[in-house]
């Protein structure tokens, strides 16, 4: 069970949500969303919403990274009145083992970690105007991971959509693919103080 420090009341597009914030390090804390979590309703409300926000860059297709961007990705797809998505595996499984792969590690994740691309599933992005999605961004190590990973099989990922996005450190891991993210929410990280207290860092 992870500790809970305190709780950080936020906007999902339309609907609040409290978050739990749990510590990362001594000094380091986020307020954490756990898609499945907050039930049905609210995923298909926010993947309604993002998509909403992703309608004008005409996507072909949906991508995102297991395990919590798959309810984001399956809401968004079928708001968007798509029918196919990827996810990008980060666990080895036995239909992987062929697997086109890039390195990536993210704030939540001790270790590095290999990015899985199927290569049975080329096609569904191959050529084709691609929207990431996820559910926060955080470092943007992970979605960076995913453009390289897309781009190196001759994906177009046109925009990046997020639930939340965490303070401001990934717009520069992103660099120019800052500009494409589209998200329903912000949340800061959180630093401990010398009294002990959780101050707001929105830089990151």
Known sequence: MVAKIGIYRTQVGSQARDLPIVPLTNDLAIALLITVDHGVRFIELAGQ???????PFDIDCVVSVATMGIPVAMEVTRALGLDDYMILQKTPKIHLADAIDVPVRSITTATNQRLLLDRERLLAVENRRIAVVDDVISTGASIQAALRLLRSVGATPVAIGTLLAEANSWASQLGEDAQLVQT????PLFR??????????WEG
Not at 49 to 55: Q, T, Y
Not at 184 to 187: D, H, R, W, Y
Not at 192 to 201: F, K, P, R, Y
């Open 49 to 55: 919403e993002l998509a909403d926000r992703l309608r």
């Open 192 to 201: 401990t103080n010398s009294a002990g207290q959780l101050d707001e860092d």
């Open 184 to 187: 329903l929410g912000k949340i």
